[in-house]
């Protein structure tokens, strides 16, 4: 059986270009004693694996040149050697950006077609939406009445904070790039306000969403937005740092002043708490996040929304959008039927 | 009853000047019911004071131009209108830098002057002893094996955050300025390691005095002695924010490349906490604070040092001297026998 994959040809400087990547057809060994043959359908994209691609210290080792992008799939079983699992089964699993692999049968996750459309283990029933779910519930704590902040909003991470804000009795305020996605804050996820962060007024509208200041502020992408968010904290207000999408393009730190201290102080006199995190930490709660989110969906108390890409030769393109939020949703590689 | 008292005559700008204050005699009210006349026996000195003479937003309001600058104190009463004290008792209380005060009898802490020396309740056994008490248990967290580094170390918050961190079965490591307070932190208070920060290796000093990484930095200084910290952090370190002092004279941030966004990544891919605090936020732990701290004294598990300045004239250079270091332990200002 033979595999087509995307592999990191070299390590990108600032946005990821094509020359990064090389799609190559190679023969896939057969499956060891507990391993299973797979066919990919549906690959995650994720904001993440930017640094999987560069080699700067992470809580995760990169991707070595020459070896094939990891990412998240959703797969048929083509042929196993353990018993736990049989031809026609379909995984989650850890595939990466290629059409076919070969996974240990204990690192995949039988799926239920019949119980979730397969795409939601990759997005709001999976990793994205217990990052929302971990780090909002167990460093944010978002009590009734308080105001909780997500950006990215439309995202799967951010779509899930906010809505799960509001299910904890909190007020949820979206920040999103450009009015479609804006709309869709308040239209589709039910966001108290939604705000457009390329609005020259970007500063002054967040404030004027937030007139009793921010009380959780859920960090995934930095730069301009923790710009605005910083004046509006609270004391006592929690951070759970989640991502930086904004800066992990940059190769270099942005000119002066230094900002390190003013951050320090603002942290020392609103007595704030910042805490970074990877959902890995609390995979004790999955369990109970999956039956919680899976109740929260059937009751319409919680909406997804997927940007379904048809075509593995489109993922470096789609890759590239989404540091640049091009897509509307939970971005998703359809790879094959 | 005249008190003689220095106020804030001007806002400094930087290092506070002579010029920024001035001292003068007027006459006191006479107590109001439920009040005591008290006269000043020693005033606390303590870095969050600088904080106070300037006008930015803090988590205190500041003190206004013209009053007489705050500070906790211990007094003998000289009358009382509250039966809860009589003329001679000794008393915790906040009255400034002044010979005499009148404060209500509420707000006022009687004292045993047999249990331990009076200055103590302004250092070991007060607010600073209980700030880092506070801080380094409730947020620190530290646990048998673990590395905490603490600096301006032989201050009264830090040697006793470097001998609770010890009682608690963690590796101490200490910094501060020269080697006379480097022999301290090893000879009176026993830390594991110490660390001159002023020595032109002192990031080398002390990555080789943490070889495991630092699991628990209590911030009181910011600056240098932060940045040597950052790259030694382990992964889910914890640190308080207590005190930047080393940036309170700083009237502009310095220059560039701007480090905010350096911060926000070493949060997030160190999983850290980072915690800002004031001891006001921990009262509920305040008796526990002190019958362990007593027991600790008393066992000989938990030494102090103070810098007791003899008269009110010479506060204002001993609080400069307190800002760059020049004062050896806690210091208090002998204001009357």
Known sequence: MKTTRIVLASRPTGTPADENFRTETVELESPPPGS???QTLYLSLDPYMRGRMSDAPSYAPPVEVGATMVGATVSRVLESTDPALSSGDIVLGYGGWQTHSVERVRHLRKLDPAAAPLTTALGVLGMPGFTAYSGLLTIGQPKAGETVVVAAATGPVGATVG???KINGARAVGIAGGPRKVELLREHFGFDAAIDHRAPDFAEQLAAATPDGIDVYFENVGGAVLDAVLPRLNKFARIPVCGLVSQYNDSELPPGPDRMGLLMG????????????IQTEFLDQFDRFQADMAGWIDAGRV???EDVVDGL????EAFRGLLTGKNLGKLVIKVAD
């Not at 030769?313 to 470096?316: E, K």
């Open 313 to 316: 030769d489109h993922t470096v």
């Open 266 to 277: 603002l942290i020392l006199r609103k007595s704030l708490t910042l805490r970074g995190f």
């Open 36 to 38: 299973a043959l797979l």
């Open 303 to 305: 909406a997804y929304l």
């Open 163 to 165: 809505q799960i804000a």
